[in-house]
């Protein structure tokens, strides 16, 4: 089975940098997504780690580190609208995608 | 607009009741996800269809059941209900084709209420 932690909750200054961490225990699988989800809303997609390594998409970055167990989403230039949860997920190999608990990040003025 | 859609946003019911959530997914999506999100909980999974198949089981009542027509569409049916079950329920899709695994989009979610 599947194992994933996440910080409960986080909070930052409007226009700073954050890191989310993802932690899991997993005997595999296809890749790792995060999503954000504002409270009462559909979680959204941000980004996708199949390799190792850091993908960028603005001002969103995650990274996996599959022999460590590990993947971070570092947000930039934070802005008060990234106030949500941020999920990550584990595709199980399309079976089903286990989502971690959630880190609620609250941006501060 | 995922392009995703679930039907009813809001339901209230009362305890012992059954009600039918109701999912369309994008359109060339074969696959159908359906969550059970709680207060302030994470995204539990419960049940996966892929072109009209069950593939994958999560935790799911046995008061719960699903199905995924030949249209694609599907019905999560939850019978029996109790003060617990009140959650927002999410359905999802993907392309998912065997070995290559898309992202996930969610409709907009069915908030149930149980009184």
């Known amino acids: 089975g599947q194992n994933i932690d996440q910080p409960t909750e986080m909070t930052a200054t409007e226009g700073a940098i954050v890191q989310i961490n993802c932690t899991y225990q997993t005997s595999g699988f296809n890749g790792l997504f995060w999503y954000q989800q504002h409270a009462g809303e559909a979680p959204t997609f941000l980004s996708y780690?199949?390799?190792?390594g850091l993908e960028e998409k603005g001002r969103f970055s995650s990274f996996l580190s599959r022999s460590k167990g590990y993947s971070y989403l570092l947000l930039k230039e934070l802005q008060m609208k990234d106030s949500a949860s941020y999920l990550c997920?584990?595709?199980?190999?399309?079976?089903?995608?286990?989502f971690g608990p959630g880190t609620r990040l609250s941006v501060l003025p | 607009d995922s392009g995703v859609t679930q039907t009813p946003k809001h339901l209230i019911t009362a305890t012992g009741q059954r009600v039918t959530l109701r999912c369309s997914p994008r359109?060339?999506?074969?696959?159908v996800y359906w969550y059970q999100q709680s207060l302030d909980q994470g995204l539990q999974f419960l049940i996966q269809y892929y072109n009209g198949e069950e593939r994958a089981k999560g935790n799911i009542l046995e008061r719960f059941s699903a199905q995924q027509f030949p249209d694609l569409h599907s019905e999560l049916n939850l019978s029996s209900l109790e003060l617990g079950d009140s959650a927002l329920y999410f359905c999802a899709s993907s392309k998912k084709v065997q070995e290559n695994t898309g992202e996930l989009f969610f409709g907009e979610g069915s908030r149930l209420t149980v009184l």
């Open positions: 359109s060339g999506d074969l696959s």
């Open positions: 997920a584990v595709d199980n190999y399309g079976q089903n995608f286990v």
């Open positions: 780690n199949v390799l190792d």
